[in-house]
């Protein structure tokens, strides 16, 4: 595809839905880490209130970097990204970030690794440690919270993470595959864990994997990027009501979906 077939796509409408307010907005985002590696150009898009986006593209294409640029975690070379209508320019407090390990700390049980990001904040009280013990209900670990990480298989470690994200209160989850070293059984259980918490809490959600079928199932939209220099090449609507079931993934309306991103994907690597 050519640049000018490129730029008449990637400047297609690309709000997230067709009502409410815009939470992150990106115009012609670029991050470049030297003259030769220039890991994502000219990105523009808007994510509203309540949506949950997936970003799909080939490794390397800067889907973690756009993550990192929204989270305050690195310079923008140019463009720019807005939270809320601020420039982002260093980490905020209302953003939330999960990587695809879990991190905990191994001396610490799973409910005083919940507990750090308010620890770092400040001092804990009643009150934070029973929010704690929520959230690791939330996720399915009503039996485990005293539990040290040696004791806990690799999703229940990812469990506890996701329990510490939701423990910082932001109202943005961003989650740069979270689930990716995980096996596909896993994997699945904790795509319906992930799906019923955004959809019982008012959070806002930018979610990076490489598996199409999770981006698709997951997500109101999938944005798709270009390989290196990533560039957002289109954003595909996922119709599909609210709770959704691991058969949705069986059927001809998801498949047409699934082979949508697919082709996409294909016509740049």
């Not at 560039?231 to 595909?236: E, F, K, N, Q």
């Amino acid at each position: 595809m050519s640049d000018s077939e490129l730029k008449s796509v990637t400047t297609a409408p690309t709000q997230a839905l067709s009502s409410g307010k815009v939470v992150i907005e990106a115009n012609a985002l670029t991050k470049a880490f030297s003259e030769e590696v220039i890991a994502l150009q000219g990105a523009s898009f808007q994510i509203k209130e309540g949506a949950f986006i997936s970003l799909v593209g080939p490794s390397g294409c800067g889907k973690s970097t756009l993550l990192r640029l929204a989270a305050g975690l690195i310079d923008r070379t140019s463009g720019s990204i807005k939270v809320h209508g601020e420039e982002v320019a260093e980490p905020r407090t209302d953003i939330g970030m999960m990587f695809q390990k879990p991190t905990l700390l191994e001396w610490r049980t799973a409910v005083e690794n919940v507990l750090l990001p308010t620890e770092i904040k400040g001092s804990v009280t009643e009150d934070d440690r029973r929010r704690a013990i929520e959230a690791l209900h939330l996720v399915g670990l009503s039996e485990f919270e005293f539990h040290f990480p040696r004791q806990l298989s690799g999703g229940m470690q990812q469990r506890v993470a996701l329990a510490r994200l939701l423990q910082t209160g932001a109202d943005i989850l961003l989650l740069d595959e979270p689930f990716g070293a995980l096996d596909e059984f896993t994997r699945e259980r904790l795509n319906i864990e992930l799906m019923r918490i955004v959809d019982n809490t008012p959070t806002t959600s930018l979610f990076v994997t490489h598996n199409i079928a999770e981006a698709i199932f997951l997500a109101d939209e999938v944005m798709v990027m270009t390989p290196r220099p990533g560039r957002l090449a289109r954003i595909v609507e996922v119709p599909f009501e609210r709770p959704r079931s691991l058969e949705l993934q069986l059927t001809p309306e998801f498949n047409a979906i699934e082979s949508e991103v697919r082709e996409l994907l294909g016509s740049y690597v």
